[in-house]
């Protein structure tokens, strides 16, 4: 398992990078490393374990060969769970074993509790996992899962903005805001639209 070949996923601000050993057909793990640290971090274990597994260590966003998020964006814990949620379904796992190392074992434990239906084996070093407060649990997860899910379906159906003819641009936003009148709508047009060729 010394071998490993690098892997790059698109995401809205660029990549997230990756390094994956063994065969492509083997049972998934993705491996999260910890807090500072980068895929390589790996780079002593993978060769310790099972064969037969296919071993995916991925960079977290502004983290080794991954790119950062732009300037002036925080880096939030739950970005990083969603980075997994990301490669996931760029790799198409439907189910696959998580093993995290520190934070990427906080980021993991979170993830399971988002998709426990995806996660086979939660593997743990140095780490605690994640811990919420009982009694708002299932509300939190809930609504956090639908942020990410929502995300991930609108970034999926990106395309090309459409082009409309002011008086269509203006009732969509009419429509749209049913307390602007027409004179305020065409207003706030003036700033919000911008004419391309087509319209």
Request: glycine residues 10%; neutral net charge; hydrophobic residues 40%.
């Amino acid at each position: 398992l010394g071998m490993f070949s690098e892997l790059k996923f698109p995401v809205p601000w660029g990549h997230v990078a990756a390094k994956a050993w063994g065969p492509s057909e083997g049972h998934p793990v993705l491996c999260l490393h910890g807090w500072l640290d980068n895929a390589n971090t790996f780079d002593k274990l993978i060769p310790l374990l099972p064969r037969g597994c296919y071993y995916v260590a991925m960079d977290f966003s502004g983290h080794g060969l991954s790119s950062h998020r732009p300037a002036g964006c925080p880096y939030h814990f739950l970005d990083y769970v969603t980075d997994v949620r990301r490669v996931a379904a760029a790799l198409q796992w439907r189910q696959f074993t998580l093993m995290g190392h520190s934070m990427g074992g906080a980021v993991a434990g979170m993830f399971c509790f988002l998709y426990p239906e995806m996660v086979d084996k939660l593997i743990l070093l140095e780490s605690l996992g994640f811990l919420l407060a009982p009694e708002d649990t299932e509300a939190w997860l809930k609504s956090k899962r639908r942020v990410i899910d929502r995300l991930l379906s609108l970034e999926a159906k990106q395309q090309t903005p459409k082009a409309r003819s002011p008086e269509a641009a203006l009732q969509r936003l009419l429509e749209a805001n049913s307390h602007l009148t027409a004179e305020g709508g065409a207003i706030l047009l003036q700033r919000g639209a911008t004419e391309t060729p087509t319209g």
